[in-house]
């Protein structure tokens, strides 16, 4: 089975400046069709979770350019690079290439 | 408008069964897969399963923690998804998300095991 780890899992973040996180998964997210399916999700709290970027960069309709995904293989990170006071939230990526499993979650607040 | 709405969660005994749904509308829902997702309290996301679509099958997955107990079906006539739950432990008590694509997601619905 594919393990997700995520670091940081807290990350309090000053509004304005940057924030990163990485997801790194146990194997390699490479499917035989080419593609690397590794999602970002955000979760805001009392709300269900909301996918910002598929397959590893790819930002999903309404996400802000603030966000941006990046890696490849087993590593990757989600960068917000100007954090505002609405994307205080746990945000977890999840792979979709051996099945699916998500990551522990990174909890995002501001300082 | 791609719509999610899950139902049929409560309070159940260890041991006991449930059968979650998930009523779908706004978009082909016979083309897609669907999946569901649980959340324990205070805790991260879990995928439980997926069902595909007939197109490929109709074939399910599902994780380990809850493969030979929970059996994922639909009926794409009514557009409705549904998680058949048995043999519960209070350690499937989680908040329940169903999900096409991981793109839309429904409410939940709060599954509670306990005696």
């Known amino acids: 089975d594919v393990v997700m780890t995520q670091s940081p899992l807290s990350l309090p973040v000053t509004l304005g400046q940057p924030a990163s996180i990485s997801c790194r998964s146990s194997?390699?997210?490479?499917?035989?069709?080419?593609?690397?399916?590794l999602n970002w999700f955000q979760q805001r709290p009392g709300q269900s979770p909301r996918r910002l970027i598929y397959?590893?960069?790819n930002r999903d309709s309404g996400v802000p350019d603030r966000f941006s995904g990046s890696g490849s293989g087993t590593d990757f990170t989600l960068k917000i690079s100007r954090v505002e006071a609405e994307d205080v939230g746990v945000y977890y990526c999840?792979?979709?290439?051996?099945?699916?499993?998500f990551g522990p979650g990174t909890k995002v607040d501001i300082k | 408008e791609v719509q999610l709405v899950e139902s049929g969660g409560g309070l159940v005994q260890p041991g006991r069964s449930l059968r979650l749904s998930c009523t779908a509308s706004?978009?082909?829902?016979?083309?897609?897969?669907m999946s569901w997702v649980r959340q324990a309290p205070g805790k991260g996301l879990e995928w439980v399963g997926f069902?595909?679509?007939?197109?490929?099958?109709?074939?399910?997955e599902y994780a380990a923690s809850v493969k030979g107990r929970f059996t994922i079906s639909r009926d794409d006539s009514k557009s409705i998804a549904y998680l058949q739950m048995n043999s519960l432990k209070t350690e499937d008590t989680a908040v329940y998300y169903c999900?096409?694509?991981?793109?839309?997601w429904g409410q939940g619905t709060l599954v509670t095991v306990s005696s």
């Open positions: 069902i595909r679509s007939k197109a490929y099958g109709g074939t399910t």
């Open positions: 397959k590893v960069s």
């Open positions: 999900t096409v694509e991981f793109d839309y």
């Open positions: 194997q390699s997210l490479v499917y035989s069709d080419g593609n690397t399916y």
């Open positions: 706004g978009f082909t829902f016979g083309d897609y897969a």
């Open positions: 999840m792979q979709g290439t051996h099945l699916f499993t």
